[in-house]
């Protein structure tokens, strides 16, 4: 089956750094993706999303950037800062209930 | 609002018993979901309802899951008898629409540990 993946496992970035996450999907048939925020002890939380139909949405400090040439989805932090600290997961649906990746960690140091 | 909220917030239990988790959607969602979060495997689909009914539980793991929503504002999961391999968090979330394309609200989880 197909499936979502993540490329770097644990991403280390200095306050103040812009960071990227990275997600790969393999379902052409997804046409919604989402990317969720998950600190120790509590569950994801909702960040931000994009429907197939758009290849870049912006929020406060971050973006969403999807490539469907390549089915790659990418997660821009700017002015990262301590409290980014956490466990990024992309998920993807649209043809199902939402597929979720395995997780990046993010590690911002002061 | 509160949120999702969900009940037990750990549970430790020997292999062999039942366990019961509860959840609490946000009032006016009508769709729930049930998930369970391993470092192995990730983020878990085990089963969805919509408008209290179930839709597609091809996640729950065996029969000795089970799930329920007897109305809009309550469901449990459970596992009887658990076995340790059933250790994980398990994430309620509930969302306002009906359709997969939505964004889903998580509860804070129950991190079951079975002995």
Known sequence: ??????????????????SIINCAYSNSASDYFIWYKQESGK?????????????????????????????????????TQPGDSAVYFCAEGGYSTLTFGKGTMLLVSP | DAGVIQSPRHEVTEMGQEVTLRCKPISGHNSLFWYRQTMM??????????????????????????????????????IQPS?????????????????????????????????
């Open chain 1, 1 to 18: 089956g197909e499936s979502v993946g993540l490329h770097l496992p644990t991403l280390s970035v200095q306050e103040g750094d812009n």
């Open chain 1, 43 to 79: 569950g994801p939380q909702f960040i931000i999303d994009i429907r197939s139909n758009m290849d870049k949405r912006q929020g406060q400090r971050v973006t969403v950037l999807l490539n469907k040439t390549v089915k790659h989805l990418s997660l821009q932090i700017a002015a």
């Open chain 2, 41 to 78: 495997r990730g983020l878990e689909l085990l089963i969805y309802f919509n408008n209290n009914v179930p839709i597609d539980d091809s996640g729950m793991p065996e029969d000795r899951f089970s799930a329920k929503m007897p109305n809009a504002s309550f469901s449990t999961l459970k």
């Open chain 2, 83 to 115: 076995e340790p391999r059933d250790s994980a968090v398990y994430f309620c979330a509930s969302s306002s629409g009906g359709s997969t394309n939505e964004k889903l609200f998580f509860g804070s989880g129950t991190q079951l540990s079975v002995l």
